[in-house]
């Protein structure tokens, strides 16, 4: 009997969960791959969907007789849910935002308008992922949709794939996703930067991440911009430096008809910030500590002790001189994007309320002292010495 039972039990639990929960069919979705936003002349905004197209292919030799693997609906409504649903007139079939890659935003709609308002339908609807990158774009933001991918199936793909990469390998960029943005938006510290991408001017039409734009909450808006030759040093203050390199420019002699330099490959970096309030005036120490190995040698060669700090401390000089210029640069955007603010929040309260009114000025006015402690791991195969031994 209680077999009987149980057989019974699991045959209802069966029929009922094999249902579709909302009624729909896969043939009733249209996957979205990637998105972007653009503004209409008329103010409206410009919503450009790229679809995932079953039966596509994206292989160069396929397309001819099976088409491309994805398809772009536009659409433009004064909402982004507007929008959304209005591209069903086109498509015959309901967005489906759960497989989003990259969100992109372009630069003429962020410098002018709120973009928390341009993300409330995704953070609201429990379709998009909260993993989804965020990119603000030069130019249209739909141009870049329509590029061929290098390696990837969609341009979104091997967008998400570039940011995560370029942390990682080159601190080139930051990856930034609608969850960061999100709780970022409501915190105490509101400035941040989100990747901005850019075409190249080659040959062959290319996105890549050019650097970072600056953008302040609640206003929402994009204020300034940092080049990516300087985004490295912007991590190491935000302690989100994964992994990277440096280039150690070398002495230039009369003979030399080009600019030679050492590389050291950073593998392990960590930053600490200490704030500090003296007299009503904000001091900043900030010390970083560093491991890394030699990446490449062209003028120096690391053979005694004597040879390993001449090395260490061309490192830590560059390292000096770089994240000085980039906090002056932060300070003339008066930009925290560092979270001193948080800081301050957290272990001043007190101090944080009365300053936050105008704390984008006490940040600019802030005093700092960097200290760079750098130590050589690892010199290579080749011992310390660089691959032509008779250099002079």
Partial sequence: MRSLFIALCLSICAITLSACWNQLELTDWGFVQAAAIDQTEGGQIRLTSQIYKPGGSSTPSMESTRGASFVDIISENPTVFGASRDATNNLGRKLQWSHMRVLLISEEIAA??????????????????????????????????????????????????????????????????????????????????????????????????????????????????????????????????????????????????????????????HTQIKPSVKDQELFLNIILDVEGNVGELSCSQILTEKDINRFTARVEQLLKKQLSDMLLLLQKEKADIIGIGTMLHRWHRELWKKWEPDWQQHFADSTFSIEAHVQLMNSGVNAGKPFTTNKK
């Fill in 112 to 269: 002018h308008r709120n973009i928390g308002d341009l993300l409330d339908f995704f953070t609201r609807s429990h379709e998009p992922r909260g993993t989804t990158a965020i990119m603000i774009t030069h130019g249209p933001s739909s141009s870049y949709l329509s590029m061929r991918p290098l390696i990837e199936s969609t341009i979104g793909q091997q967008l998400k794939s570039i940011e995560q990469l370029a942390q990682d390998q080159s601190g080139k960029t930051m990856e930034v996703t609608l969850t960061d943005l999100s709780v970022l938006a409501n915190g105490p510290s509101t400035t941040t930067v989100i990747p901005y991408v850019n075409k190249s001017n080659d040959t062959q039409e290319l996105a890549k991440v050019t650097g970072m734009a600056i953008i302040n909450f609640p206003k929402g808006t994009m204020s300034g911009f940092i080049p990516s030759h300087k985004t490295p040093y912007l991590l190491m203050l935000m302690n989100k430096y994964k992994g990277g390199f440096l280039n150690l420019p070398c002495k230039k002699s009369v003979d030399d008809d080009f600019e030679s330099s050492d590389s050291f490959q950073i593998s392990k970096l």
